[in-house]
């Protein structure tokens, strides 16, 4: 008789076929850019959920199955870029690479939906990766007799870096109209130290005791600033996971 075994095998030990990572849709932001007409500065929190939601459910599709089965690209209304009816030409993306722009037959440029009624995603494949190339709230990159082939005007999306970058320029646009000289120079060192001071950003909410808590040690001389008691904090949790592990 065969000794019993004190523990069954597991099911998680069993080899299970699945489909190659490599074959599922992936996205790649390498290249999107907000530009006229292709702006987000008047989507809600609503949009984003839905063009998240409308990536995850690509994702859980072969790239095969996609461009293959007519069904599904009709579900996303998918289709190559008809360059007569956008009011961009292909040569207008001059931020992505050359040699993309100049073969056409190898990288045509397609769009999806993000739904029936919250416009487009535009890009082009390479392998199973989508390179987003704009995001198209506004149905501009298609116009049809619905919006009487006319283009609907979007504002560019500011990020909080963005938007002081765009405040600081325009304080020292002003100034130099009221007739303050501002060596370029000078000028040119502080945008690059509002960029250098806010690389590697992270933002979070806290509640007014952590704030107190926060105010106390630079206070105490206990830590030169916020960055030091977070990346402190960070190298405590470190070393307590390496004593669990």
């Given at each position: 008789?065969?000794p019993?075994?004190a ?14 990572p490599?074959?599922?849709f992936?996205?790649?932001?390498r290249?999107w ?9 008047e989507q809600?929190?609503?949009?984003f959920?839905a ?5 995850r459910s ?6 095969d199955?996609?461009?293959?089965e ?6 996303f209304?998918?289709?190559d870029i ?17 040699e ?10 397609f ?22 190339l704009?995001?198209?709230?506004a ?5 049809t007799k619905?919006?009487?082939y006319?283009?609907?005007n979007?504002t ?5 870096f963005?938007?002081?970058?765009e405040?600081?320029?325009?304080i ?10 501002i060596?370029?120079?000078?000028w040119c ?5 509002i960029a ?6 992270v933002v ?5 005791d ?21 990346s402190?904090?960070?190298k405590?949790y ?8």
């Amino acid at each position: 008789m065969k000794p019993l075994l004190a523990h069954p095998p597991s099911q998680a030990n069993r080899p299970v076929t699945r489909t190659p990572p490599e074959s599922y849709f992936r996205f790649s932001l390498r290249y999107w850019k907000q530009i006229e007409n292709f702006g987000l500065g008047e989507q809600s929190q609503t949009w984003f959920v839905a063009l998240l939601k409308r990536l995850r459910s690509l994702c859980e599709i072969t790239k095969d199955r996609f461009i293959q089965e007519a069904s599904l690209k009709d579900q996303f209304h998918y289709h190559d870029i008809k360059w007569d009816h956008a009011p961009i030409d292909r040569k207008d993306f001059d931020w992505v690479d050359q040699e993309i722009i100049e073969n056409e037959n190898e990288y045509p440029f397609f769009q999806f939906s993000v739904s029936q009624s919250l416009g487009r995603v535009v890009g082009f494949f390479e392998g199973p990766t989508f390179f987003v190339l704009l995001l198209d709230p506004a149905h501009n990159i298609y116009l049809t007799k619905y919006s009487n082939y006319k283009v609907t005007n979007t504002t560019i999306g500011r990020c909080d870096f963005s938007g002081l970058l765009e405040k600081t320029e325009a304080i020292v646009s002003l100034a130099i109209d009221h007739g303050v000289n501002i060596p370029e120079h000078i000028w040119c060192g502080a945008r690059g130290y509002i960029a250098s001071q806010y690389s590697n950003l992270v933002v979070a909410r806290v509640d007014d005791d952590t704030v107190h808590t926060i105010d106390q040690l630079i206070s105490l001389s206990a830590a030169d600033g916020t960055a030091d008691i977070v990346s402190d904090a960070l190298k405590s949790y470190a070393d307590q996971m390496k004593d669990i592990v």
